[in-house]
């Protein structure tokens, strides 16, 4: 298994999405995968299926993902923001 880890993860109940950056020739790009947590007795499990209720929680997720990757793609542009 590999000790790679996420460049950003948001969490909405039991859902959450985690940004991923991985590297090109060109540029980087940017994934993102979903999961769901849920108990299982006294040990956290994790899935990447939904019920029809974590579904605004995944709809939260993934604009959270959306907003962060826009704003690391304009850096990654050398196009920043200034400072308020």
Not at 34 to 45: I, K, N, P, V, W
Not at 52 to 69: E, M, P
């Amino acid at each position: 298994m590999s000790d790679r880890r996420p460049e950003k993860t948001y969490r909405h109940q039991n859902v959450s999405a985690s940004v991923w950056r991985n590297e090109s020739p060109k540029r980087p790009f940017y994934n993102v995968t979903f999961q769901r947590s849920y108990q299982d007795g006294e040990e956290t499990r994790y899935v990447t299926s939904f019920g029809a209720f974590d579904l605004w929680n995944v709809v939260r997720c993934c604009a959270d993902a959306y907003l962060y990757i826009a704003m690391r793609m304009k850096e990654d542009r050398g196009e920043h923001q200034p400072a308020a």
